[in-house]
């Protein structure tokens, strides 16, 4: 079988480092750390799972960063990562299988994971992350780093795979990392006002810090090229976006025919169905909003690229119920929620079995309750007087 060795830039990554580097225990030969300045105990746990750790000051250039990982590296294949990816099981073997075969270098699918509300986005990006370790192979590019200009001068051919990365560096938490990739990004672009890929990133680092003016401008330049740089799933997506910035900006119009647009280029887009959710709740209408919540429910058992937290969603079905009048079909759902419970809805399903005399049940929706809430005192009240009322007092 032959050798892998996987390579990782870190600094104060204690946080993420422990999941990506358990992810890696059955594929790598070798784990490569090259950290940047850590003031964390991120060298300490890349030693605990046996990696070979190296210190260097950063230099505000990615590419070159990465070439000095490179040269780190003595195994016959290289794996890129980052120390907030991890890979799931299956891709595991997906990497197996591929450095057996007689390529030189492989692209996979960064799928960057967008948690907003209810939903979680899965945003693919193309990325040549797999190759061969050879010193003919190297970086160039100062943020939008890459090995494909090195590639391309050998007339190297570069083979797709299904190999996928889950990426977690939009997820909450990560304010200090965002705040040092906008100043690099920002500074790139001076340089490289063209480079979509940053402006992609930049607008969801932007949106996620509700700088929503710049969000969007960085937003509209990433998808309004017709270039392949951006993938058809992702540019959906962050039209979706775009539509959720228009929507807080008090726009329901324009909010409206941006979730439009964003279907008609991947009809299966739950996030900008959700977000037209978003604009029937804040007009009030209920009905609309309840029919496009369940029709949400079942198109993300099959999607790809979305999840969404049951939970949540039910607690949001709930509550347009109760505003139409609906509190028999309200009841059913919360039952639905025992196994994803939220709450919101634990107590609304007690309240509703309050209302009718089902006490016996009302408790158990008020103890699921109870392990959800931060001042659980109030809820044993409740549980309290529905005991009473069982025992005649």
């Given amino acids: 079988m032959p050798t892998l060795s996987v390579c990782c830039l870190v600094r104060n990554e ?26 964390d105990r991120s060298i300490e746990i890349a030693l605990e799972f046996g990696a070979k750790v190296e210190s260097v000051e950063w230099e505000d250039d990615f590419g070159a960063m990465r070439n ?15 120390a907030d990816e991890i890979l799931l099981p299956k ?4 990497i197996k299988y591929a450095i057996t075969r007689k390529v030189k270098a492989f692209q996979c699918l960064v799928m960057n994971v ?28 100062r943020v939008h780093e890459s090995i494909f200009h090195s590639l391309v001068k050998q007339s190297i051919e570069i083979s797709s795979s299904s190999i996928e990365i889950m990426h977690y560096g939009f997820s909450e ?21 063209n480079e979509l890929w940053i402006h992609a990133h930049l607008g969801l680092s932007f949106f996620i810090d509700q700088e929503f003016g ?94 969404v937290n049951k939970g949540e969603l039910y607690t949001e079905i709930i509550k347009c119920l109760l505003h139409l009048g609906k509190q028999d079909k309200a009841l059913q759902y919360a ?16 309240a509703l079995s309050e209302r009718r005399k089902d006490y016996e049940r009302a408790i158990e929706f008020y103890q699921r309750a109870m392990s959800l809430s931060n001042n659980p005192s109030d809820i044993a009240l409740k549980i309290e007087n529905c005991q009473k009322i069982m025992e005649g007092v």
């Fill in 91 to 94: 891709d595991v073997e997906r």
């Fill in 214 to 307: 710049k969000a969007e401008k960085s937003f509209w330049i990433a998808v309004s090229s017709q270039t392949n740089e951006i993938e058809n799933e992702t540019r959906s997506t962050i039209m979706a976006l775009i539509a959720e910035i228009y929507r807080l900006q008090r726009k329901p119009v324009q909010a409206k025919l941006q979730a439009l647009r964003a279907k008609r280029l991947m009809p299966d887009n739950s996030l900008a169905d959700y977000i037209s959710v978003l604009v029937d709740l804040d007009s009030k209408s209920f009905d609309s909003a309840e029919r496009q919540l369940e029709y949400l429910d079942a198109n993300t058992l099959v999607s790809q690229f979305y999840k």
């Fill in 114 to 141: 967008f948690p907003y509300k209810i939903l979680t986005s899965l945003l693919p990006l193309a990325s040549i992350r797999l190759f061969r370790n050879d010193e003919s192979i190297f970086y160039s590019g």
């Fill in 173 to 193: 938490g990560r304010a200090i990392r965002r705040f040092r990739n906008k100043r690099i990004f920002e500074s790139e672009l001076l340089r490289n006002p």
């Fill in 14 to 39: 204690e946080s993420f480092l422990p999941k990506m580097l358990a992810s890696l225990q059955d594929i790598a030969d070798e784990i490569i750390i090259l950290d940047t300045g850590s003031t």
């Fill in 68 to 82: 000095k990982l490179l040269k780190l590296a003595t195994k016959e294949w290289v794996l890129m990562i980052d």
């Fill in 335 to 350: 039952e639905i929620m025992m196994e994803t419970p939220t709450y919101d809805g634990m107590i609304i399903g007690g």
